[in-house]
Nanobody, 130 residues
Framework: QVQLVESGGGSVQAGGSLRLSCAAS????????MGWFRQATGKEREGIAS????????YYADSVKGRFTISRDNAKNTVYLQMSSLEPEDTGMYYC???????????????????????WGQGTQVTVSS
């Protein structure tokens, strides 16, 4: 099992930026795909970005493409989500997750992907004000 701890959330005005971090520990070798998800109050959890831990391939939901960038530092067992041009609609709890299956990375976008991910962090809150 992999333990995941998110950090970097906070409150920001629209147009601002934040960088989220996800530190992994435990059996990290079993995690071939890492993803970022978010959940707004009253809405389903949705996948927004993913990355192969063994390569550089990334995937994004259309809602964040061009504004968010996922990256990884395998030496630190950490995955990042750089968020720019933030909008009030980006407000929510942000989670990182890990799984062994590479297929999960390719289909991360949307609300159908969360069940494909095995290990989850506790989340970090992002609030964007207008």
């Amino acid at each position: 099992q992999v333990q995941l701890v998110e950090s970097g959330g906070g409150s920001v005005q629209a147009g601002g930026s934040l960088r989220l971090s996800c530190a992994a520990s435990g059996y990290t070798y079993s995690s071939n795909c890492m993803g970022w998800f978010r959940q707004a109050t009253g809405k389903e959890r949705e996948g927004i970005a993913s990355i192969y831990t063994g390569g550089s391939r990334t995937y994004y939901a259309d809602s964040v493409k061009g504004r968010f960038t996922i990256s990884r530092d395998n030496a630190k067992n950490t995955v990042y989500l750089q968020m720019s041009s933030l909008e009030p609609e980006d407000t929510g709890m942000y989670y990182c997750a890990a799984t062994a299956g590479l297929w999960a990375c390719t289909v991360v976008a949307g609300t159908n992907s969360p069940p494909l991910f095995r290990d989850w962090g506790q989340g970090t809150q992002v609030t964007v004000s207008s």
